[in-house]
Each structure stands twice: as structure tokens, then as C-alpha cells.
């Protein structure tokens, strides 16, 4: 955090200075309330009020071979002090020449084709405190280099610096019965936060193929948790680790097939393989209407079974989800997914929809709830009691539901 704060943050504002009498800004302001329907046994509120902002900057000049772009957002939550942040997640230049890029800055950038699970996305940490299925990143740091060849894009990138991982804090959503400290990471490296990370994608379309290979090296986004600190609380661990990725997809109609597989060492255990694969099918003017509703099924395998960490739950699980796009002037949709572990019968039902309202006004509406055996006590913790096989257990009262409204400007 220290190298962050201390270089990119002050290079990255003195370039924005300069340009930033020019070039379009947008800017949305919300509203977020959640509701949590089950007593918690952990002390955590039943609701909580944010409010948040975001702003976006875009520039470009020199015929548009140079772009400049700027991305950042601030919450205030009046439950979870650890909520109450803000985060940068894009300030990077962008030249643009006859076959490559070069795009140096803070960039948040997606890897992955699937919808339950971005098994290979790793090049940004993510938020939890703004979502807890990891689909919120914090801006990463970075020098990439991308080549436009005959046979695909190839990326190349240099990530500089580490952003560690955002837990809810005592008051926060979601938690177990242990909380997670923000302030006491450790770390496999010598270098800590200040190591440089290496990563290389290559894509490329052959016919109705989309296909990706990746390589990761450096210090593992997904912490493992050691010991406790003076306050009780669980300390991160993070390792340096070496991942391969793979990443498909084949178009063909209405259907698309997708997978995603990864090969990964350093982690506790050993090296290991994960996979998720599925399909989505789309029909069209459901029901006598204009609506498009999409079929989704994805197939979850970790190999280290109940040996993967206690958080993580997508280790041998069935999803399945519907997709209404109804293709209206308010651009309303709706997914509704349900992610089910067929030997324990552990289950996560999920639902995500948005509207807008007028010109300038969007409403969200997200749901999560938890199937599983009850939470552990601190005792069962204690003394080992705790099943590892239930990944659930500890999430099993964290149901939510959340209700935000967006205003733009």
C-alpha cells in the first residue's frame, strides 16, 4: 500500500491535471440498502444504508493514437467501517500504433468467458466489501503491451505492485465467526506488496472459436489464512504461485459452449487443476413477447475437493441460471442462478436485475441466500469440531438482500 500511495498515485494525478480541462466526464451518484432477513449470530445489524460516487474521465488527442482514461469510485457505509472506501480503477495512458498498444497506468482488466465462476481472472484483486462474489476489482497497476498479429492479440503485462484483498470488518457482511484483518498481511515474498508480477494472454478467433491461453507469475490474489493476530483476527497469507489458464468458447446459433481450466502451483497442497465448463442457450420473443431469455448451465471441479480453502465452495457444484434480457426502452433484466453441491447438498441461490427509471435513473436489485448446516460456534472452531467439507457453513445466515438506486449525471 505504501508503494501505491507513494508513486502511482501522485505520477497518475499530475498527468490527470493536465489534461483534465479537456475530454467528456460522467459521473452517478447512489443509494444502497441491505437487508440481512436471518438473525445473525455474529452481532452484524440486520440492515445497512451506503452511499456512494463514482466518476469517469475520458480523453483523447493526436488523432486518437493517445487516450487518457480515468475511472474511480468512493462508499461511505454507516455500518462497516472497513465499507467506507474508495478505490481508483483506471488512470492509464493509451498510445495506440500500427499493430500494438501500450497502456500504462492503473487498469482493471477481465479475464474469463464463464458466468458462475472467472476461474482464470486474476490480474486485479478483488473488492469484497463491495460485492461478496468477487466481481468488484481494485485498479491494478501496470504496463501492458499488447501485439495485433496475423494470429491474434498478444498481451504481455508488468503489474507493479500488490493490491491486497478487502474484508468486511466486524460489522460487515459478509463474515464467519473469525474476522479477517486488514492491516497484518503476510506474505511468501521478500519484496511483500512491492514485488512486480509478470502475466501473458494470447487470444485469437478461429472460425466459431474464441480461444486464450494465459500465464500468471507472481503473488497469488486468493490469500490463505494463518494463525490469529493480537485482535483475534485471522491473518492473510500470500503466496507466489505460477498459473497457467485456458479460456473457450464456441458460437454456434443460439448456443454458446464455454470453458475455463486452470493449472496452479505454490498454493498449500501442492499444484492442483480447476475447471468450470457449461453452456448458454438463448431463445428468442419468449412468450409472445420481445424478451430474450438465456438458458445457463456450468459445471464446477476443483481436484483439492474439501482440501480447498473453507471460503471457497465452488469445488465439485452444479449451476444453473436464467437470463431475461426483455429488451424494453428501460432496458430491464434479470439473472436468477442457483449454484448446488450435489454431495452435501449445500446450496446458493442468487438473483441479480436492473431497470432504469426515466433517463437518469437506474435501480438494481441483488438477492443472495445460503443453504447449508448451521454456523460454527467459536467452540466448534476451537477445538476442531468444525466439518471442513460444509465450504457454506460459515456463510449459512449471510443471506441478503440488497437494493440500490443510481443516479447520473
Given amino acids: 500500500?505504501?508503494?501505491?500511495?507513494?508513486?502511482?498515485?501522485?505520477?497518475?494525478?499530475?498527468?490527470?491535471?493536465?489534461?483534465?480541462?479537456?475530454?467528456?466526464?460522467?459521473?452517478?451518484?447512489?443509494?444502497?440498502?441491505?437487508?440481512?432477513?436471518?438473525?445473525?449470530?455474529?452481532?452484524?445489524?440486520?440492515?445497512?444504508?451506503?452511499?456512494?460516487?463514482?466518476?469517469?474521465?475520458?480523453?483523447?488527442?493526436?488523432?486518437?493514437n493517445d487516450l487518457f482514461e480515468f475511472e474511480?469510485?468512493?462508499?461511505?457505509?454507516?455500518?462497516?467501517?472497513?465499507?467506507?472506501?474508495?478505490?481508483?480503477?483506471?488512470?492509464?495512458?493509451?498510445h495506440v500504433a500500427d499493430g500494438w498498444e501500450l497502456r500504462t497506468g492503473v487498469r482493471t482488466v477481465f479475464w474469463g468467458v464463464t458466468e458462475f465462476q472467472h476461474l482464470v481472472d486474476i490480474i486485479n484483486q478483488s473488492d469484497l466489501v463491495e460485492r461478496s462474489d468477487g466481481e468488484a476489482k481494485l485498479g491494478q497497476p501496470m504496463v501492458n503491451l499488447s501485439l495485433v498479429t496475423d494470429w491474434g492479440i498478444l498481451d504481455l503485462f508488468a503489474l507493479a505492485g500488490f493490491?491486497?484483498?478487502?474484508?468486511?470488518?466486524?460489522?460487515?457482511?459478509?463474515?464467519?465467526?473469525?474476522?479477517?484483518?486488514?492491516d497484518d498481511a503476510l506474505y511468501e515474498s521478500g519484496a511483500e506488496e512491492k514485488?512486480?508480477?509478470?502475466?501473458?494472454?494470447?487470444?485469437?478467433?478461429?472460425?466459431?472459436?474464441?480461444?486464450?491461453?494465459?500465464?500468471?507469475?507472481?503473488?497469488?490474489?486468493?490469500?490463505?489464512?494463518?494463525n490469529l493476530n493480537e485482535k483475534d483476527e485471522l491473518i492473510p497469507f500470500y503466496r507466489v504461485i505460477d498459473q497457467f489458464g485456458l479460456e473457450a468458447q464456441y458460437n454456434y446459433d443460439a448456443w454458446l459452449v464455454k470453458l475455463e481450466a486452470l493449472n496452479r502451483s505454490g498454493m498449500a497442497g501442492g499444484?492442483?487443476?480447476?475447471?468450470?465448463?457449461?453452456?448458454?442457450?438463448?431463445?428468442?420473443g419468449v412468450?409472445?413477447?420481445?424478451?430474450?431469455l438465456g438458458i445457463v448451465s456450468e459445471y464446477n471441479?476443483?481436484?483439492?475437493?474439501?482440501?480447498?480453502?473453507?471460503?471457497?465452495?465452488?469445488?465439485?457444484?452444479?449451476?444453473?441460471?436464467?437470463?431475461?434480457?426483455?429488451?424494453?426502452a428501460a432496458?430491464?433484466?434479470?439473472?436468477?442462478?442457483?449454484?448446488?453441491?450435489?454431495?452435501?447438498?449445500?446450496?446458493?441461490?442468487?438473483?441479480?436485475?436492473?431497470?432504469?427509471?426515466?433517463?437518469v435513473w437506474t435501480v438494481n436489485l441483488d438477492a443472495l441466500f445460503f443453504h447449508s448446516k448451521a454456523p460454527p460456534t467459536q467452540d466448534d472452531l476451537d477445538d476442531g469440531s468444525f466439518d471442513p467439507l460444509y465450504k457454506l457453513a460459515q456463510s449459512s445466515r449471510n443471506d441478503l438482500i440488497q437494493l440500490e438506486l443510481v443516479r447520473y449525471f
Fill in 287 to 292: 412468450f409472445g413477447t420481445v424478451g430474450d
Fill in 72 to 94: 474511480a469510485f468512493y462508499r461511505w457505509s454507516e455500518a462497516d467501517d472497513e465499507r467506507t472506501h474508495g478505490d481508483i480503477q483506471d488512470l492509464a495512458w493509451i
Fill in 271 to 284: 499444484r492442483y487443476f480447476a475447471t468450470v465448463f457449461g453452456f448458454e442457450y438463448t431463445l428468442e
Fill in 195 to 226: 514485488r512486480v508480477d509478470f502475466a501473458a494472454r494470447w487470444a485469437m478467433s478461429i472460425e466459431a472459436w474464441e480461444l486464450a491461453f494465459s500465464y500468471f507469475g507472481g503473488t497469488s490474489r486468493d490469500p490463505e489464512f494463518r
Fill in 331 to 359: 432496458t430491464s433484466e434479470m439473472l436468477g442462478g442457483v449454484i448446488y453441491d450435489h454431495k452435501t447438498h449445500e446450496r446458493v441461490l442468487t438473483l441479480e436485475a436492473s431497470r432504469r427509471l426515466g433517463d
Fill in 1 to 64: 500500500m505504501r508503494f501505491w500511495s507513494g508513486f502511482w498515485v501522485p505520477t497518475m494525478a499530475a498527468l490527470m491535471s493536465t489534461i483534465a480541462a479537456a475530454g467528456d466526464w460522467d459521473f452517478e451518484a447512489a443509494g444502497e440498502y441491505r437487508y440481512l432477513p436471518q438473525n445473525q449470530p455474529y452481532g452484524v445489524k440486520d440492515d445497512a444504508v451506503s452511499l456512494s460516487v463514482r466518476g469517469e474521465y475520458f480523453h483523447e488527442w493526436n488523432d486518437g
Fill in 301 to 328: 471441479y476443483d481436484e483439492r475437493g474439501e482440501d480447498s480453502p473453507a471460503s471457497y465452495y465452488l469445488e465439485n457444484d452444479i449451476a444453473l441460471g436464467l437470463r431475461w434480457a426483455f429488451n424494453d
Fill in 163 to 182: 493490491r491486497e484483498r478487502t474484508f468486511p470488518g466486524e460489522d460487515g457482511w459478509p463474515r464467519g465467526p473469525v474476522v479477517i484483518s486488514s
